[in-house]
């Protein structure tokens, strides 16, 4: 077995950060931020592109510090107000006057945003033009990562092997989870110094204050606060699997709702973070664990869902929430619950039995329904899993082992459903009208 503790180490670390905000929107409102400080002056004209998938997901959410939705929200306060330094915390610590200036531009009706015609799951392009400056950038695979930068006539950034201007979707890197397997990163989640993945314990805190700001009073769709008030009737019973759904789904009211705080994210995104981290929560609830151990679970399920994101992409047709964090979560559980490594394949393998068919139709209020389904399916696989009763090989997409079945979701997922994408884009315009 390979030793890759440092490797894993350094992916937590890369992909498990705070947010303030969908990441989509946000993502934008950090290129805007970037672009507005090399312009350096004050924007007189304006074009971003976006790809489809970021396009999809940034349409319908609220945004932090303003009742408005969506992208050109998102990205006016970028130009207003962002700190590119903050990175996906972009737009923590808005002013009200910083979002009155940011509407003001909005209604200008002035800023241009549209899909990329490009097959690239993350990418954003950003080109600003002031009185005596230009400017321009590119965020590229990672929603925080920057490839091209320029000023005037200087480039200060280059990173893009096909040419600044290119579109075409970038060649995938060559990753650590490219051959890996369930046991490799399980042997290695166990061996790992326990003061190199503490920090994991901040999301615990962080996306716990979500839940109860969403579980408070009815936000959003109030998923969340529905499931409480259902428990405290005596209509659905105290359980883990009740109070997962309850966590999770009050989290995702609370943020797609655009409430001000930040949550910690997993593989660029803040509700993989919440359904990766609140049902491991809700089970440590009910059968308190040290937090060494609550901390290895976690790594687990990060790096479960990194794993699988590997082969089904970034952004995809598929609700990635609902199938690679969920699975993430299924597998932090099963190993708190003391399972081997053929349980926690087996619970794995249910899960994705189980969830493999969500679409992602963008981020939006409804989202804490698809997450209160994944998390009660993240518990619900573990304990069945701990029975011994699991997806056996060659039942549908389920393979061989637990490896060839994520990688079987990576194919129907990316090149199964790239059409479903686009039809569930085509359907989301016409309904919003946006041309």
């Not at 934008?28 to 489809?52: D, I, Q, T, W, Y």
């Not at 109860?212 to 883990?240: C, F």
């Not at 797609?256 to 997993?266: I, K, R, T």
Request: net charge negative.
């Amino acid at each position: 077995m390979r030793d890759l503790r440092n490797e894993f180490v350094q992916m937590l670390k890369d992909e498990v950060k705070p947010a303030v905000g969908c990441t989509e929107p946000v993502a934008l409102a950090l290129a805007c931020a970037k672009c507005k400080e090399l312009l350096g002056e004050e924007v007189e004209k304006n074009r971003m592109l976006v790809s489809p998938s970021i396009y999809k997901n940034g349409m319908c959410v609220g945004i932090p510090g303003t009742e408005r939705l969506g992208l050109k929200i998102a990205s006016a306060i970028g130009i207003v107000a962002g700190k590119s330094e903050n990175g996906l915390s972009v737009l923590e610590g808005t002013s009200s006057d910083d979002i009155k200036k940011s509407e003001a531009l909005m209604d200008q009706g002035k800023l241009s945003i549209e899909p990329a015609d490009t097959k690239e799951k993350v990418y954003i392009l950003v080109e600003f033009w002031g009185k005596n400056n230009y400017a321009k950038v590119i965020i590229r695979t990672k929603h925080d990562n920057f490839v091209f930068l320029q000023k005037n006539e200087d480039i200060l950034l280059n990173n893009i092997e096909d040419g600044a201007h290119s579109i075409a979707a970038a060649p995938k890197k060559a990753s650590v989870m490219d051959d890996a397997t369930l046991e490799e990163i399980v042997k290695n989640i166990e061996s790992l110094d326990y003061e190199d993945i503490k920090f994991l314990y901040d999301g615990v805190k962080m996306n716990l204050e979500m839940a109860e700001a969403g579980l408070d009073h009815k936000i959003g769709i109030g998923v969340g606060y529905g499931i409480k008030q259902s428990i405290e009737d005596g209509i659905l019973g105290d359980d883990i699997i009740n109070n997962s759904m309850m966590l999770t789904a009050g989290a995702s009211d609370a943020r797609m709702a655009g409430l001000d705080m930040p949550v910690m994210s997993s593989n660029g995104s803040g509700n993989h973070g919440l359904t990766a981290i609140l049902p491991i929560v809700a089970y440590n609830q009910k059968f308190p664990q040290s937090d060494e151990r609550l901390c290895r679970a976690l790594a687990l399920s990060h790096l479960t869902t990194a794993y699988i994101k590997n082969f089904t992409g970034r952004l995809s047709a598929m609700c990635g929430c609902g199938v690679a964090a969920a699975t993430g979560a299924t597998a932090g559980i099963a190993w708190l619950m003391d399972e081997n490594i053929e349980q926690i394949g087996g619970a794995i393998k249910n899960a994705i039995a189980d969830l493999s068919g969500m679409i992602c139709d963008g981020a939006k209020p409804g989202c804490a329904l698809k997450l209160s389904t994944a998390a009660s399916a993240a518990v619900r696989n573990a304990l069945l899993a701990k029975q011994g009763n699991y997806a056996q090989s060659i039942n549908g997409i389920v393979g061989l082992n637990v490896d060839e079945t994520i990688r079987n979701l990576g194919r129907v997922s990316d090149l199964g459903m790239s059409a479903t994408d686009e039809t569930i884009l085509d359907v989301m315009n016409e309904m919003n009208k946006v041309k």
